[in-house]
């Protein structure tokens, strides 16, 4: 009886073996089709155009003449807009690279898709744009403190002129008086 179960082992050893490397196989040309992805997201412009690999990595960036014109917060608010979209698709190119090479019931294949849904979710919807005053540079320093601004206060109109005083009456000069004002003796 021995020599048949040395047989057994010996054939499921080889089995599991041979799906062993199959199963590499199969893995490596799944790394192998990954390796050469890249995903090119352009902004709705034509204004910047980022490309990143397939393991979410940015491997060019181009920004047209035409962005020139534009604040330089929104200029990278987009490239950062861009890169999520287009790591975002990274999932989708995995699960297109499994259903080629390991096929889809693979367990091990499935779970590197989830790792990559997790690593690489939806980007948020894009907001409106809310960028600061080109002329106002926000810092965020401890020492820096913001205060809210007032509207100017108008400066206030010139007083009206003073109106004109009366003349001083006189009175009238005696002759009795010597020049000092009024009789040395009463």
């Not at 047989?7 to 990954?34: C, F, G, H, P, V």
């Not at 050469?36 to 709705?44: A, C, L, P, Y």
């Not at 990143?52 to 950062?80: C, F, H, P, Q, Y």
């Not at 898709?113 to 809310?130: D, G, I, L, N």
Request: aromatic share 4%; charged share 30%; no cysteine.
């Amino acid at each position: 009886m021995m020599p048949d179960s040395i047989d057994a082992s010996d054939a499921l050893i080889d089995n599991w073996t041979k799906r062993l490397e199959e199963n590499a196989t199969r893995y490596q040309a799944l790394a192998d089709r990954m390796q050469g992805q890249t995903v090119t997201e352009r902004s709705k412009d034509g204004t910047v155009q980022v490309t990143i690999d397939s393991r979410g990595l940015l491997k060019n960036l181009v920004i047209a003449e035409t962005a020139a014109g534009k604040r330089m917060a929104e200029v990278s608010a987009e490239v950062m807009r861009l890169v999520q979209r287009a790591q975002a698709r990274i999932p989708e190119l995995l699960q297109q690279a499994m259903t080629e090479t390991t096929g889809t019931g693979d367990q091990a294949a499935a779970e590197i898709v989830r790792e990559a849904q997790s690593t690489f979710p939806a980007p948020p919807p894009e907001p409106e744009p809310a960028f600061p005053e080109p002329d106002r540079v926000r810092r965020f320093l401890p020492e820096d403190t913001e205060e809210p601004r007032t509207p100017p206060v108008p400066p206030a109109p010139p007083a009206p002129p003073a109106p004109p005083q009366p003349p001083r009456r006189r009175r009238p000069v005696d002759d009795d008086d010597d020049d000092f004002g009024g009789p040395i003796l009463s």
